[in-house]
């Protein structure tokens, strides 16, 4: 595939591929990412409300095509436009309302009481947000002209769903005291998975796109990024009986699967979510306040890099040169905050000696 906008792709997925098998090749791969890059460019708007504008198909892929147009995507860094309406479309394609805001959205729990409520959640491909995901993928596969990568969006089925349709509070009790309504709310947070994912990916690939969603790493196969961000309050016998089964059947038909860890309380369940095959990669995100900086968190790594898993690991640049001191880079992928072109060419010649030396 070629792209107009990064004459490397080629090499560079090819380094992302031997990640997933974990081997290196010349050195690990590495995502550079700006600080508050969202904010870079101004976009005027005439819309209504905040809600016309998240909906209007054209205007967001245009901010988008606005956003890319003369930056430099370096290292294993991709233009990839992904349609997004926010991380609970997926539990809004079976009903209910959305709030949006400037940078994100948000779900109204619709399930008060399951014997009244239950019946609302109805999945339609005639539900306004799913259509609009399909109009907004469509239109990027348009207009992208061979300037930039299409993804599909965020989806999160599982116990997230279920956490948007019933409520955090109410879901922690149903966990304890009402196992049947859950099983039946988790069972439904699944039941269209696949159709929904395989839709999607049939768009893309009939139009010559690899397979890459929000985490912007392009695969030739079928990219997936589980995660249960639920799981934080939840005991690991409880991940196991809740989390597990809805885990090993979201991934059995994909070929590439970074699992999403959020935090110290999703690690808890780290052993169950690398006992699943399928699982390659994790993307370790270990939060701000008193999870900074990540080397506190270094055995954690050590331990998923023990396992034979990949694991991402979002660095600071400040921190990189004491991190590669101490760790090797077997099985990893960095990412790295950046402020320019230069300092992301200096990374890349200081990442790449650090990899000779194993």
Request: with cysteine; hydrophobic share 35%; net charge negative.
């Amino acid at each position: 595939m070629e792209l107009t906008t990064k004459k490397d792709y080629e090499e560079c997925v090819n380094r992302i591929e031997a990640w997933f098998a974990g081997e290196i090749l010349d050195r690990v791969p590495i995502r550079f990412h700006r600080h508050n890059a969202e904010y870079d460019v101004i976009h005027q708007s005439n819309h209504q409300t905040l809600e016309d504008r998240w909906m209007d198909a054209e205007y967001q892929v245009d901010c988008f095509k606005a956003e890319i147009q003369g930056h430099r995507f370096n290292a294993e860094t991709f233009p990839m436009f992904c349609p997004n309406l926010g991380p609970n479309v997926y539990a809004a394609f079976h009903g209910g309302e959305m709030e949006f805001g400037e940078t994100t959205s948000w779900y109204h729990e619709i399930i008060q009481d399951y014997e009244r409520d239950l019946p609302l959640l109805q999945f339609s491909k005639e539900n306004k947000y799913y259509k609009k995901i399909l109009e907004l993928t469509h239109v990027a596969l348009e207009k992208c002209q061979g300037d930039y990568l299409v993804g599909y969006t965020d989806l999160h089925p599982g116990m997230d769903c279920a956490l948007a349709w019933r409520g955090v509070n109410n879901l922690c009790m149903d966990l304890v005291m009402d196992s049947e309504n859950t099983k039946k709310l988790m069972d439904l947070s699944t039941a269209h998975f696949l159709e929904v994912y395989n839709e999607y990916d049939a768009i893309l690939k009939a139009h010559d796109m690899p397979s890459g969603c929000w985490m912007n790493i392009p695969i030739k196969g079928r990219m997936h990024v589980p995660s249960a961000d639920f799981s934080f309050m939840i005991s690991p016998e409880d991940y196991i009986k809740w989390g597990l089964p809805i885990l090993e059947q979201e991934v059995k038909t994909m070929t590439h699967n970074v699992y999403h860890v959020d935090g110290k309380g999703v690690a808890n369940h780290i052993d169950a979510i690398l006992s699943v095959p399928e699982i390659q990669c994790i993307q370790w995100v270990q939060g701000m306040g008193d999870d900074y900086p990540i080397m506190q968190h270094l055995d954690f790594i050590r331990y998923v890099q023990s396992r034979k898993k990949g694991i991402i690991v979002d660095l600071a640049k400040e921190d990189l040169d004491e991190y590669m001191e101490i760790m090797s880079p077997d099985h990893t992928f960095l990412w790295i905050a950046t402020e320019s072109e230069e300092e992301e060419f200096d990374i890349m010649k200081r990442v790449e000696k650090w990899c000779r030396k194993y």
